[in-house]
């Protein structure tokens, strides 16, 4: 396993945990929003830095790479047992 244990926001792809998505798309972020999110995030200010995720789902989605949240991850796949139960027809 290798230290690509997180998954890009946008696309989900594998990529580093301590990222917030691949480095391609995360380039595609205006520079004011890109530090917007690394100063929210270093102040631990979670209401704006949530704020500030949303602006950047929105310009991914605009641009048509936005891929909603499947569990892909391994941490994500724990819960996948769960989710196929709750997933069976009756
Ligand atoms: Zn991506």
Do not use: F
């Not at 209401?47 to 641009?63: F, L, M, P």
């Not at 949240?69 to 941490?75: A, D, H, L, Q, Y």
């Amino acid at each position: 396993m290798s230290s690509l244990t997180g998954e890009c926001r946008c696309c989900r792809k594998p990529i580093e945990r301590s990222r917030l998505a691949c480095p391609p798309h995360w380039a595609m972020l205006p520079k004011p929003l890109k530090d917007a999110i690394l100063d929210t995030y270093k102040r631990r200010d979670m209401r704006a830095y949530a704020a500030n995720i949303g602006e950047a789902d929105k310009i991914w989605q605009a641009a048509g790479i936005w891929k909603p949240g499947v569990p892909m991850s391994t941490r994500a796949n724990k819960g996948m047992e769960a989710l196929r139960d709750a997933l069976k027809p009756v």
